[in-house]
């Protein structure tokens, strides 16, 4: 039972480069996000996906793109990297009962 | 002002004493309120949550939630090295699928 699966784990692109971060959860959750989190910013929602087939865009939105691909897995695109892009960043998923959510080990990107 | 807001801390404790940590919210709709602990370079993990007024203990963790106050604290009783951990409040509205996290604080148990 793996919970949430992220890839990858680091990555270091250059400027204007393309990437999708990759999360897969096998809870049968319906929910799921993704957040960056920054020094002293704490963790800030970037999109989410209440259900299959749907999604919503959260806190900072901008220079990111997400497909919920099926209940599993959860993408998110970076078209063109910038500087302002280096971050962590966190998948999760949630139950529809219980409110808590898991959370993947996360990816460390550089964006030089 | 913030949604949800932490003391960033560092907070000190000895080893054995209690750690208090707080957090203020701004939504008077939240109903759902969470405690993360984080260690350094590590994913968020559930420690406690809690729905209602009062105080609701697991182990040596104690959640209260003041909803009149707007305010959720967590009680670490007998603190241990290994509860050095940023520690991230979390608050959700009813019909809201998303969490809104506060900034963390930072927690640090002295030997």
Known sequence: ??????????????????MTLQCAQDMNHN???????????????IYYSASEGTTDKGEVPNGYNVSRLNKREFSLRLESAAPSQTSVYFCASKDRVLDGYTFGSGTRLTVV | ?????????????????IASLNCTYSDRG???????????????????????????????????????????????????????????????????????FGTGTRLTIIP
């Open chain 1, 1 to 18: 039972n793996a919970g949430v699966t992220q890839t990858p784990k680091f990555q270091v692109l250059k400027t204007g480069q393309s």
């Open chain 1, 31 to 45: 929910s799921m996000y993704w957040y960056r989190q920054d020094p002293g910013m704490g963790l800030r929602l």
């Open chain 2, 1 to 17: 002002q913030k949604e949800v807001e932490q003391n960033s801390g560092p907070l000190s404790v000895p080893e054995g004493a």
């Open chain 2, 30 to 100: 939240s109903q759902s309120f969470f405690w993360y602990r984080q260690y350094s370079g590590k994913s968020p993990e559930l420690i406690m949550f809690i729905y209602s007024n009062g105080d609701k203990e697991d182990g040596r963790f104690t959640a209260q939630l003041n909803k009149a106050s707007q305010y959720v604290s967590l009680l670490i009783r007998d603190s241990q090295p290994s509860d050095s951990a940023t520690y991230l409040c979390a608050v959700k509205a009813f019909g809201n699928e998303k969490l809104t």
